[in-house]
């Protein structure tokens, strides 16, 4: 069993910074593939960002255009999510989200269902 939770959310201008955190509880973090996704009011859940469970491999959707960087640190058994250059549109609740199979290629990691274990969440805000 692995326990999610996020924090780091909030309200920033356009154009600004925030930096998410999801700790995981458990010792068997590291086995773990970590996603990062975002739900709008009325939209899907959608996917953001993943790394493998080593931190070798990375994933980004194709809206994130190098603004978002994914990064993990076993030792502390945390993800984060870098977001820089905010938009209004990535106004949404992020979620962190953890996968136990090992499949080598992206697309896998890209659909909510890949995922055992969620965080409940963490408000994310850019005014215009």
């Known amino acids: 069993q692995v326990q999610l939770v996020e924090s780091g959310g909030g309200l920033v201008q356009a154009g600004g910074s925030l930096r998410l955190s999801c700790e995981a509880s458990?010792?068997?973090?590291?086995?773990?593939?970590m996603g990062w996704f975002r739900q709008a009011p009325g939209k899907e859940r959608e996917f953001v960002a993943a790394?493998?469970?080593?931190?070798?491999?990375?994933y980004y959707a194709d809206f994130m255009k190098g603004r978002f960087t994914i990064s993990r640190d076993n030792a502390k058994n945390t993800v984060y999510l870098q977001m820089n250059s905010l938009k209004p549109e990535d106004t949404a609740v992020y979620y962190c989200a953890a996968a136990s199979l090992r499949v080598v290629g992206g697309s896998y990691y890209y659909q909510t269902g890949s995922y055992d274990y969620w965080g409940q969440g963490t408000q994310v805000t850019v005014s215009s």
């Open positions: 790394i493998t469970w080593s931190g070798i491999t990375t």
């Open positions: 458990g010792r068997t973090f590291s086995s773990y593939t």
